[in-house]
């Protein structure tokens, strides 16, 4: 059974960095792509990044990808997501997911293409 554990969620000023991990377990974890979404109060859940299963290609939301940063170690079966100039604007609910892909170097951004959730750690940024 595949097992996503989040942690590194607190709260920080505005300004700071937070660094994110997610430890995998249950899974050939090197066969799956990961992504990182985010729920606000009173919002939908989106799309923050994701990274290829050999952690080649990245991709971003557009207003993000200047301050947020996903990575992977596959050894360590884990994915972390490294924030920084955090806005308040950022506090949320984030999830880690995986999808099974068989390309190697193909992300997905869709919450439909991942069948595998965290239970989310709580990013809270005060201003």
């Known amino acids: 059974q595949v097992r996503l554990v989040e942690s590194g969620g607190g709260v920080v000023q505005a300004g700071g960095s937070l660094r994110l991990s997610c430890a995998a377990s249950g899974l050939v974890f090197s066969n799956y792509a990961m992504g990182w979404f985010r729920q606000a109060p009173g919002k939908e859940r989106e799309f923050v990044a994701g990274?290829?299963?050999?952690?080649?290609?990245?991709g971003y939301a557009d207003s993000l990808k200047a301050r947020f940063t996903i990575s992977r170690d596959n050894a360590e079966t884990t994915v972390a997501l490294q924030m920084n100039s955090l806005k308040p604007e950022d506090t949320a609910v984030y999830y880690c997911a995986a999808t099974a892909t068989w390309s190697v170097n193909s992300l997905h951004s869709r919450i439909m293409d991942y069948n595998a959730w965290g239970q989310g750690t709580q990013v809270t940024v005060s201003s």
């Open positions: 990274i290829s299963r050999s952690g080649s290609s990245t």
